[in-house]
């Protein structure tokens, strides 16, 4: 039952398990009669397929086992799952109404003349998981342990294998030595020593990683020691009962020997790393003891193979040596005394391997074989059971509800455990207050307005200078034109600028007037910050707990007992918090045994009565029930206790004023929250204000460029005008050529003798447009007309427009703090200056299409919501 392999370490010789071995027997014809006389035959039909598959598991289970360990593996996987689904289907037994022509025989997969015979399915499946542990033990000596990945994946394998050992143990063993044939190797203490002796290998691979990987002695000793004691304790069980006589010599030896080998190397490993930390006289000790164990262990080593043999010998040449240097610098330098091996504490250990969790592995629950047959007595009874559980779950759940429902309940009358609490400083606000005080400090609290208001006052400045510029853009355009009047008199007969400018005049003034009140409004708000800082104040505590009262000792005592009384109060708070989380325990109690409570197998297998059966599976919650209601009588009594004390506590620290003084600073923080809300809105208010003005501003700032762009337009074509008429040009010709030439176009010569010149205002019909600089297939706007033509398409503003003559600062109780921005970015609609440019001229703006509703681009700046001008914050302060 070994197999060996070579390794860097020499030691990597390892154990194999061999599959049981078993007899043939015929599963397909009892399960298929057994449906048909229990079901009907069309049952048996339809399940022909299931039975063929059982058949044909078992006949691949019975064969020589297959050459590659993972196909065997699988295979063994498959028919353990098709075990679990016959096992609650088929009442497999030697009674009379059950299948009883099935005998299931095993051979003990270490001494192959003893056998059991049972007809039990537990047996079946026992069988079937040790040798599942068995093939990934074979598995695990396949891979090439001489490589780093090799050991990795044999590590995996003998995990596996410790896993599917341990499943054997757990779950099958106890119930396949129910009968009068057993075997050894399926018993609890067999399944438990392989095991350790699977883990032991796994983490003899890790060990032989880590030393590949160059790790520190300190780690490779810890790893290293863990091999030696998984080695021991299969050991131990090797010796006992019933394992003792059961095995091999050369079994006990082998793992005698690398319990022996293992431990010595982590002295040897654990020695190096005191040398390096110069305790030398310790190093001494262990060295002495690896070599103790490893001359111990020679004296059995009879029979072993040679390749342990041989690796002991070479780790007891390194102890030798590192024990004669430790011994002589000792000797020479350090004087220290050497302990006695037996005074050491023990060498520290570190597990890098546990056993697989088979539970997934082996999961039947998703397999759909003969899920079609389910018994109905069965089944019904099954149903039965499950609402009495249901019934005993619910009823003790609500007790335990109500248990810690009464509790808080209580515990808040009595204002615990908040008034300890305050007394040692660790009060808290209430969750929904605290969460309200946090955003506003992450805002930046009462300390961060002054950002804010700076914010307003930029805004300020920004709209007053583009109100400045604009004004001045209007003012230079009539100077020009002014002085222009002067020097040509009447010959100058255009309109002047105040005629055509008043409309655009009265807007500015309006922003003006709006940019005022606006500025009376900011002064409100600093003015209300400065006035209510101090209540603001508080908010700025981080945390804010600070600012709250606490709860002081008294000034003068008696008897001195404050402590005492303190004490007993949290005492009887943590019991009372044992009881609650015993509570927490019982709920999940409950839960996990009935998830565990499957009593379909016993119901498929029983033979007497099912009321009997009930019965005694339902006992099974009487103990927790039992505990519950302990539990829940306890803390009746206990509350009773925190109430009497709690009351001497309330008296002896004055409670109550305690109290007051809280509740008045609760208050005062809902009051600076309110304040802080307010003020913040207002600024948010004014900011939104001067956002939408500054674009209000920038729209009727390029209206004024146009205009003015315009006017000068007019202005070198009025000045030709005139200069023709001074050169004598007759009327004939302006009106055969049109008053004023298109661009790039050549000028007609002036005839002498030509008609006198006209007033412009005696023309009957318009001169052709004067394209100036755009084609004729590009029509330009007038400045009468928002936008411009080479201008984005406005949009309406985000806000709602009541009347273009609403005043920008109502009455403080009724409307915002902030003018609404109607009418800042468009004239009204239709309006034009009302006069040509002068008498008789007609520009290319003077028919333009009104303007097309549309909205107006987004402020640069992101606002909350659209502006209401009935819907301000400011004058609630």
């Not at 599963?27 to 039909?45: D, F, G, K, M, N």
């Not at 039992?626 to 506590?649: D, K, P, R, T």
């Not at 008498?839 to 209401?868: K, M, V």
Request: aromatic share 8%; glycine share 4%.
């Amino acid at each position: 039952m070994t197999a060996t392999s070579s390794s860097a370490t020499a030691t990597n010789i390892m154990l194999a398990i061999y599959e049981k071995k078993t007899n043939s027997i015929d599963l397909y014809r009892p399960l298929r009669q057994y449906i048909s006389y229990t079901y009907s035959e069309r049952e048996a039909v339809n399940l022909e397929d299931d039975l063929d598959t059982v058949k044909t598991l078992r006949s691949d289970i019975e064969r020589v086992p297959d050459p590659s360990p993972t196909t065997r593996r699988d295979l063994l996987v498959s028919y353990f799952k098709a075990l679990c689904l016959i096992e609650t289907r088929f009442p497999i037994s030697p009674d009379r109404d059950h299948i009883n022509s099935i005998q299931f025989t095993w051979f003990d997969a270490f001494k192959q003349k003893q056998k059991a015979v049972q007809q039990n399915i537990h047996l079946e499946k026992a069988a079937i998981l040790f040798n599942l542990g068995a093939a990934y033990s074979q598995l695990g000596l396949s891979y090439d342990r001489t490589t780093v990945e090799g050991r990795r994946l044999a590590s995996h394998a003998f995990i596996a294998a410790a896993g599917a050992f341990a499943y054997l143990r757990d779950n099958a063993s106890t119930k396949a030595s129910m009968g009068n044939s057993t075997t050894v190797d399926l018993s609890v203490e067999c399944a438990g020593m392989l095991e350790r002796l699977m883990l032991a290998q796994a983490q003899e691979c890790v060990f032989e990683n880590t030393i590949a990987k160059g790790s520190t002695p300190g780690v490779c000793s810890k790893i290293s020691r863990q091999v030696g004691l998984y080695y021991e304790e299969a050991l131990a069980a090797l010796n006992t009962a019933p394992l003792k006589d059961h095995f091999e010599k050369a079994w006990i030896t082998h793992v005698q020997l690398k319990a022996a080998l293992f431990y010595a190397e982590a002295c040897y490993r654990y020695g190096l790393e005191l040398h390096e930390k110069e305790e030398i006289a310790e190093e001494i000790a262990r060295l002495k003891s690896g070599v103790s164990a490893l001359t111990e262990a020679k004296k059995s080593s009879k029979g072993a193979p040679a390749q342990i043999l041989d690796a002991i010998s070479k780790l007891e040449v390194n102890l030798n040596r590192n024990l004669e240097r430790a011994m002589k610098e000792n000797e020479r330098v350090y004087l220290m005394r050497v302990p006695s091996p037996s005074s050491l504490a023990a060498l520290p250990a570190f597990s890098m391997v546990k056993s697989m969790q088979m539970n997934d592995v082996l999961d039947a629950s998703k397999e759909k074989m003969f899920a079609s047959l389910v018994p109905d007595s069965s089944a019904k009874a099954l149903s039965r059971y499950t609402e009495m559980v249901d019934e005993v779950i619910r009823t003790q759940a609500e007790k335990l509800q109500q248990g810690s429902e009464l509790t808080r309940v209580r515990l808040k009358e009595m204002d615990l455990p908040d008034s300890i609490l305050a007394l040692e400083g660790n009060f808290n606000l209430p969750e929904d207050l605290k969460n309200e005080v946090e955003k506003v400090q992450a805002s930046g609290g009462p300390a961060g307005l002054e950002a804010e208001l700076q914010q307003l006052r930029d805004l300020r400045r920004v709209n007053q200078e583009l109100l400045v510029q604009t004004e001045e853009l209007l003012q230079k355009e009539a100077a020009e034109d002014a002085q222009f009047r002067s020097q040509f008199g009447t010959r100058w007969t255009r309109p002047q600028s105040s005629t055509l400018t008043k409309t655009l005049q009265e807007r500015l003034n309006k922003f003006a007037a709006n940019l005022k009140q606006a500025g009376e409004s900011d002064v409100r708000i600093e003015r209300s910050v400065r006035e209510h800082f101090a209540l603001m104040s508080i908010l700025n505590h981080r945390p804010i707990e600070a600012a709250l009262p606490s709860l002081s000792r008294p000034i003068m005592s008696l008897d001195a007992n404050e402590d005492a009384i303190v004490g007993a109060l949290k005492q009887s708070l943590r019991q009372l918090e044992t009881l609650g989380a015993q509570r927490a325990g019982l709920e999940d109690m409950l839960k996990e045994m009935k998830r565990k409570d499957d009593i379909l197998p016993k119901l498929m297998t029983s033979t007497g009565s099912y009321e009997d059966l009930f019965r005694k599976e339902i006992a099974k919650y009487d103990h927790i029930c039992e505990e519950i209601a302990q539990n829940i009588e306890a803390q009746e009594q206990l509350l009773m206790q925190i109430q009497a004390q709690n009351e001497e506590f309330g008296a002896v620290f004055n409670l109550e004023d305690y109290k007051a003084s809280r509740e008045k600073c609760y208050k005062q923080i809902q009051a600076a929250l309110a304040k802080c809300k307010e003020i913040k809105d207002n600024i948010n208010e004014g900011l939104k204000f001067y956002v939408t003005l500054q674009d209000a501003l920038n729209n009727i700032k390029q209206q004024c460029s146009d205009f003015v762009m315009t006017r000068n337009i007019q202005c070198r074509e009025m000045m030709e005008d005139v200069q023709r008429k001074m050169a004598g040009f007759s009327f004939q010709e302006r009106e055969s050529a049109g008053p004023y030439p298109s661009v790039g176009q050549p000028r007609p010569t002036p005839r002498p003798g030509s008609q006198q010149i006209t007033e412009p205002q005696s023309i009957s019909h318009p001169p052709p447009q004067i394209p100036y600089y755009r084609s004729a297939e590009q029509p330009m706007h007038t400045y009468s007309h928002p936008p411009p033509p080479y201008t984005a398409p406005q949009q309406p503003p985000p806000y709602h427009v009541h009347s273009s003559t609403a005043a920008p600062y109502p009455p403080p109780s009724s409307t915002a703090p902030y003018p609404p921005p109607h009418a800042l970015l468009r004239p009204p609609v239709g309006h034009e200056y009302g006069q040509p440019a002068y008498p008789g001229w007609r520009g290319p703006y003077y028919n333009a299409p009104a303007e097309q509703p549309g909205s107006l681009p987004r402020p640069p700046y992101t606002t909350p919501n659209p502006y209401h001008p009935h819907q301000s914050g400011y004058y609630k302060q």
